[in-house]
C-alpha cells in the first residue's frame, strides 16, 4: 500500500509538464512585445502627465529612465536566457531566490495581470471621440472580449494581428514626430532648459529633484520589454532570442517615444500649450482636424492591440502557475489545458473575462496598488539577478550582462526610492495582499512542497552538458509514510 502511494505520488510529480509550442522567432517576439509596450499610447497617455508636472525637462527625463531601464533590460535577459519559462518573473525568481520569494513575485504579478489591462481598455473610448461617442466602461469591457477571442488564436497568427496594429501607432508618432519638428518654435537647446508654465502664466523652473521625482512615471514609459520573457517558451532558440528580443523592444520603444517628444517639446507655440500636454490639439492645429482624428484613432488602435498582448502574456503567467501546481488539483488541470491552437485557452478566458467585468468598477485605488506591485516585482528580479551567478548557474551557458554586479544593484536602490515615492494608502493594500499570500504559502503550499509549487522549466531549454540540476528541474522528494 505505501509503495503504491509513493509511486503515486512520483508519476504524478514527475509526469511531463505540459508544454507550449515554440513557433515564433526574434521578429514575431518583438512584435508581440512592442505591442505591449504600447509606445503611441504611452506617448499620447502617460507622457501628457510629465508635460504637466515637467515641461521642458520632460524629454530629458525620459531618456535618463530609459537608461536606467537599460539595467533592468540587462537583468532581466540574462535571467530569461537562463530560466526560459512562461512563469516570466517568478520561475526566475523562485530558481534564484527560493520557492518564497518567486510565490511573492507571483501574487504581484498576479495584482497587474488582472487590473491593468482594464484600466488601459476603458481608455478607448477617449480616441474614439471624433467618430463616435462611447460609454467607457462599455467600450473597455467589448475590448477586453475582443483580446480574450484574439488570445485564444495561435501566437503565430497574434504576432501577425498585432504587428499591422503596431505598424499603424508606430506611423501615428512618426506624424506627431514630423508635425512638430516642422513647426518647430524653439531649438534644440530647449530639451533641456528645465522651464515649465506656472499659476498665472508665469515661468517655473524645473529642479533636479522634480526630475527625479518623475522617475518614477518615466522608468516604466518601456518597461513592456518584459513580456519577451513570458514569451521565452514560445521563441525559437530562448538562450539568443531572449535577450535579442528583450534589448531590440527596449531600443525600439525608447526611440519611438522619445523622438515624439523631442519634437512635441520643440514645436509647442508656447510653454502653457505644452504644459496642458493636450497632444492632439496640437497635431489638429500643426495640421488639420482630418489628421488629428486619425492620430487618434490609431492611438484607440495602439490600446486595442496592447489588450490582446496583455491578455496573451497573462494568461501565460496563470497557465505556467497551475503547471508548477500553485492551486489545488482541480483548479491545476482546468488552468493547464491547451486549444486546438496550442494557447491555454481556459486561462486565456480566466484573464480575459474578468477583466471585461472589472470595467465596470472604479479601480482608481487598484491602480495606484499596480504601481507598489510593479516596483515591488522589479525590486525581487534585480536580487534575484545579484544571485544569478552563484553555483551550478556560473557555468550554465546564458546571456551574461555586462558591468555585473553593478547594474542590478543600480537598480535596486532606484527602485527602493520609487517605493519611498509611493502613497502609504497603496503601500498599505499591496503590503496586506503580500501578508495573505505569505499565510497562504505558510499554511498551504510550503507543507505540500513536494508536490505543489514545483517551478519547471521546459525540457529542451536544459539541454546541454553544463545544465544545472536546479530545483525547479529536480524532481521533488517522495514524502515519507507514517
Given at each position: ?203 517655473d523652473t524645473v529642479t533636479a529633484m522634480l526630475v527625479v521625482s518623475g ?268
Amino acid at each position: 500500500m505505501t509503495d503504491t502511494l509513493q509511486k503515486s505520488v512520483v508519476d504524478t510529480a514527475t509526469a511531463p509538464a505540459p508544454g507550449l509550442k515554440r513557433s515564433i522567432g526574434v521578429v514575431g517576439g518583438t512584435l508581440l512585445t512592442l505591442s505591449c509596450v504600447t509606445p503611441a499610447s504611452t506617448l499620447f497617455v502617460v507622457v501628457p502627465d510629465l508635460f504637466g508636472s515637467l515641461g521642458t525637462a520632460t524629454a530629458l527625463t525620459i531618456a535618463i529612465g530609459s537608461l536606467l531601464c537599460i539595467a533592468v533590460a540587462f537583468c532581466y535577459s540574462e535571467l530569461g536566457t537562463l530560466i526560459p519559462s512562461a512563469g516570466g518573473e517568478y520561475a526566475m525568481v523562485s530558481t534564484m531566490a527560493g520557492r518564497l520569494a518567486g510565490w511573492l513575485v507571483f501574487v504581484l504579478s498576479l495584482l497587474v495581470v488582472m487590473i491593468v489591462p482594464p484600466v488601459i481598455a476603458m481608455g478607448t473610448a477617449d480616441y474614439l471621440a471624433p467618430i463616435v461617442h462611447l460609454d467607457p466602461s462599455m467600450t473597455g469591457a467589448g475590448v477586453m472580449l475582443l483580446a480574450t477571442l484574439a488570445g485564444l488564436l495561435d501566437l503565430r497568427a497574434n504576432a501577425w494581428i498585432t504587428g499591422i496594429f503596431l505598424v499603424l501607432e508606430v506611423i501615428a508618432a512618426g506624424v506627431v514626430a514630423l508635425l512638430g519638428f516642422s513647426h518647430s518654435h524653439r531649438g534644440v537647446g530647449s530639451l533641456v532648459s528645465m522651464q515649465v508654465a506656472g499659476a498665472n502664466g508665469h515661468t517655473d523652473t524645473v529642479t533636479a529633484m522634480l526630475v527625479v521625482s518623475g522617475l518614477a512615471i518615466a522608468l516604466f514609459v518601456t518597461q513592456g520589454f518584459s513580456t519577451a520573457v513570458y514569451l521565452s517558451e514560445e521563441l525559437e532558440n530562448p538562450r539568443r532570442n531572449v535577450a535579442r528580443t528583450v534589448l531590440a523592444t527596449l531600443a525600439i520603444s525608447t526611440v519611438v517615444i522619445l523622438v515624439p517628444v523631442a519634437a512635441i517639446t520643440m514645436g509647442a507655440s508656447d510653454l502653457q500649450q505644452l504644459t496642458g500636454g493636450d497632444i492632439s490639439s496640437m497635431v489638429t492645429a500643426w495640421s488639420n482636424s482630418a489628421v488629428g482624428t486619425f492620430v487618434s484613432l490609431c492611438v484607440a488602435l495602439a490600446i486595442i492591440n496592447a489588450g490582446i498582448v496583455m491578455v496573451i502574456q497573462n494568461s501565460r503567467v496563470l497557465f505556467a502557475s497551475a503547471r508548477d501546481k500553485a492551486w489545488p488539483g482541480p483548479v491545476n488541470t482546468v488552468f493547464s489545458k491547451l486549444g486546438r491552437f496550442g494557447s491555454p485557452w481556459v486561462a486565456t478566458l480566466a484573464v480575459g473575462v474578468p477583466g471585461a467585468v472589472l470595467c465596470f468598477v472604479n479601480l482608481d485605488t487598484l491602480y495606484g496598488v499596480t504601481g507598489v506591485s510593479v516596483t515591488g516585482m522589479y525590486l525581487l528580479v534585480a536580487i534575484a539577478a545579484l544571485l544569478a551567478r552563484r553555483g551550478s548557474h556560473k557555468h550554465t551557458p546564458a546571456w551574461r550582462m555586462p558591468l555585473w554586479p553593478a547594474m542590478p544593484v543600480l537598480l535596486i536602490a532606484v527602485l527602493a526610492y520609487i517605493l519611498t515615492q509611493q502613497e502609504t494608502g497603496y503601500l498599505l493594500w499591496t503590503g496586506g495582499i503580500t501578508a495573505a499570500a505569505t499565510l497562504y504559502w505558510a499554511l498551504y503550499l510550503r507543507p505540500r512542497r513536494d508536490t505543489h509549487w514545483l517551478v519547471s522549466i521546459p525540457e529542451d531549454a536544459q539541454a546541454g552538458p553544463h545544465a544545472p540540476k536546479t530545483a525547479a528541474a529536480r524532481p521533488p522528494r517522495v514524502p515519507r509514510s507514517r
